[in-house]
């Protein structure tokens, strides 16, 4: 998914609501250069809606998406800005 | 959405701005409670970006805003909605993003109409908002922009005035005739119904705790509370937050560390918080309601485990508190 040489960065929203997930996602992904794999982990159920429906609109691919009982974890590709 | 489409309509690029103030009724208590059958509530804001093909850019005012909440220079409305300062804020911060985020864009607009809100949408407060917010004539309501002087967009000719509309007053036929046109068949919440402010409960809630603290003041956790759980206040210097369901308890385990906290040991129950400084005595009051909603309610007595901030728990034996012995005032917000 990355290239080697390139950690994968993480946001770590777990215990917030809509739409802090989302906004955090966005926040981090401005200081991240295209390419760059981000994983959110998250425990909001309406991240699984809303962080997939902002990176449609902004061009950001989500690659995964997991759910295990109250742990959800999204991986994205951030795009060029 | 309506206002968005009509200038898009003019081959104009837009882009949205939807603010996170902590007062949002946006699925928060939905994502909170345990609906297992339910799919989770749709985010408006960003269903609507999706609709119209925009960028939408939220934005977290929560630290900001308490001044809008609690200083509003143009008063309230019906409850603690202080709609029309809020406005004035959120255009404001609109025209800072071209600023902070170098987001280059030329004018800003929204989707309000002349008469449509009883507070903040009337003739008289549209100049306010144009003026106090600082965007003055760079602030374009399409929707109803006939009955306004044209703003700058329209006098320099990027916008075609000729095309905006005129609607006015508390119907929203033309709107709802409009989105037809535009095929749209679903429409995200009207404004209000939005923001817990406009809530009469709510709202007593929040003055509620501020007279318990003596303080119009208020963090980011307690208006999230507010939103979460029954809250009893059987002392003026302690109120309970008690969970209803499985996940309001799941949400407030995750302040155990910040609250004395109660939970019913030998029946299934409720996970409550202690908000304020109880005595001893006052504890096991806490302890003799908390029992009330649990499952042992009917039993002479029970256990229930009193847990502080920092870990140190220890069990009490109480009498589960008579139904006749809740005092109906003692229910915070009703």
Redesign the interface.
Same mark, same amino acid.
Request: hydrophobic share 40%; glycine share 10%.
């Given at each position: 998914m990355s290239a080697p040489n390139q950690p994968i960065k993480i946001v770590d929203a777990r215990?917030l *609501?809509? $739409? *802090?997930p989302?906004?955090r996602t966005?926040e981090r992904i401005?200081q991240l250069t295209p390419g760059t794999i981000l994983k959110v982990l998250t425990t909001? $159920?309406?991240s *699984?809606?809303?962080i997939p429906?902002?990176c449609?609109? @902004?061009g950001h691919t989500v690659l995964e998406t997991s759910h295990e009982h @109250?742990d959800i974890q999204l991986v994205i590709r951030v795009s060029r800005k | 959405m309506l206002a968005a489409r009509v200038v898009q309509e003019q081959g104009i690029h837009v882009e949205g701005v939807n603010f996170f103030t902590g007062f949002c009724v946006e699925g928060h208590t939905h994502s909170i409670r345990d609906r297992k059958h339910e799919k989770p509530k749709r985010n408006n804001a960003l269903w609507v970006a999706e609709q119209l093909g925009i960028k939408l850019h939220i934005i977290d005012i929560s630290e900001d805003y308490k001044d809008v909440v609690l200083h509003p220079r143009h008063g309230y409305g019906q409850n603690l909605n202080p709609c029309l300062d809020c406005k004035i804020f959120m255009v404001g911060k609109t025209l800072e993003l071209g600023l902070i985020d170098d987001l280059d864009f030329d004018f800003v607009l929204t989707g309000e109409v002349i008469g449509q809100r009883p507070k903040s949408q009337r003739r008289e407060t549209m100049p306010i908002i144009a003026k106090e917010s600082g965007a003055n004539d760079r602030l374009l309501r399409p929707l109803c922009a006939l009955n306004l002087p044209p703003t700058l967009p329209e006098r320099e000719g990027w916008v075609n005035r000729d095309q905006l509309f005129g609607f006015h007053g508390r119907s929203r036929k033309p709107q709802m005739e409009l989105a037809e046109k535009f095929g749209f068949s679903d429409y995200a919440q009207p404004a209000g119904g939005c923001c817990f402010l406009t809530d009469e409960t709510y709202s007593n809630k929040l003055r509620d705790l501020w007279e318990a603290r003596d303080s119009r003041d208020y963090q980011l956790d307690d208006i999230m509370l507010l939103k979460i759980g029954r809250h009893i206040r059987p002392r003026p210097h302690f109120k309970l937050i008690i969970g209803r369901e499985e996940g309001e308890n799941r949400f407030l385990a995750g302040y155990r560390n910040q609250f004395t906290h109660l939970v019913v040991t030998d029946y299934p129950g409720p996970l409550a918080l202690i908000d304020g400084s109880p005595t001893t005595t006052d504890i096991e009051l806490a302890a003799r309601i908390v029992a009330r909603y649990s499952q042992g309610r009917a039993a002479d007595k029970l256990l229930v485990t009193v847990a502080s901030a920092t870990g140190l728990t220890r069990d009490i034996e109480v009498t589960p508190m008579a139904p006749n012995e809740l005092e109906p005032s003692w229910h915070v917000g009703s």
């Open positions: 215990g *609501l809509c $739409p *802090l989302v906004i966005q401005k909001d $159920p309406g *699984l809606e809303d429906a902002w449609r609109v @902004h @109250h | -």
